[in-house]
Each structure stands twice: as C-alpha cells, then as structure tokens.
C-alpha cells in the first residue's frame, strides 16, 4: 500500500556532489521518522541519517558536515544533500520511513535503493 522510491544517484568524482531523494506515495496517514541508509556489498547496512517528524536531523560521524537530510512533509519526501564526497561513499543508499496507517498502527518501510558512485 505504501511504496518508498529513492532517486539521484549515480556517478561523482570525489568532492562533488549529489542530491538524493525519497518520496513516499500510497495510502497513508502521516510519516514518522525517516533515514538514510547505506550499504557496499559485502559490509553491513549503516545508519547514515536520521530526521523526525519535525525535522531534528542526526549524523554519522562519518558523513557530519558534508551531508544534510531534509524532508518536505507536504511533498511526502526525504533528501540527503551530500558534499564534498569521498571513495568511502561509494555504496548503495537506502530510504526509511515509519509510516503510520490504518488505525494508528506504525509501519517501517524500505525503499529498493539507489547506487551513489564516487571515483578518485
């Protein structure tokens, strides 16, 4: 019933830049928190951000500073901006969302992904 679609990636140099989105469609009540995700085959899925409700953002150490999560509650969408990217960013970028449904019931999806390429 709920879908989450990521777009933007692709292929940077290092310390260009990308912009990501995430945009949720179906039937649903509101969105919760949401993340970024990312994962290089063969390591483990990492947190990259976080953004409640009401747009409190947390980071990885790794990304603080040069990445910046937002979202637009009415366009019911996510968006990493991400800087000055390294190699390390290389990987696969996953959407999250805790959506609440039906009868408040809170529901945790994932999107498919969307593969962010960065060369030295």
């Known amino acids: 019933q709920v879908q989450l679609v990521e777009s933007g990636g692709g292929w940077v140099q290092a310390g260009g830049s990308l912009r990501l989105s995430c945009a949720a469609s179906g039937n649903f009540v509101s969105m919760n928190k949401m993340a970024w995700y990312r994962q290089t085959p063969g390591k483990q899925r990492e947190l990259v951000a976080t953004i409640t409700s009401n747009g409190t953002s947390m980071y990885a150490d790794s990304v603080k500073g040069r990445f910046t999560i937002d979202r637009d509650n009415a366009k019911n969408t996510m968006y990493l901006q991400m800087n000055r990217l390294k190699p390390g960013d290389t990987a696969v970028y996953y959407c999250?969302?805790?959506?609440?449904?039906?009868?408040?019931?809170?529901?945790?999806?994932w999107g498919r992904g969307t593969q962010v390429t960065v060369s030295s």
């Open positions: 999250y969302a805790e959506i609440v449904g039906h009868l408040r019931r809170t529901y945790q999806y």
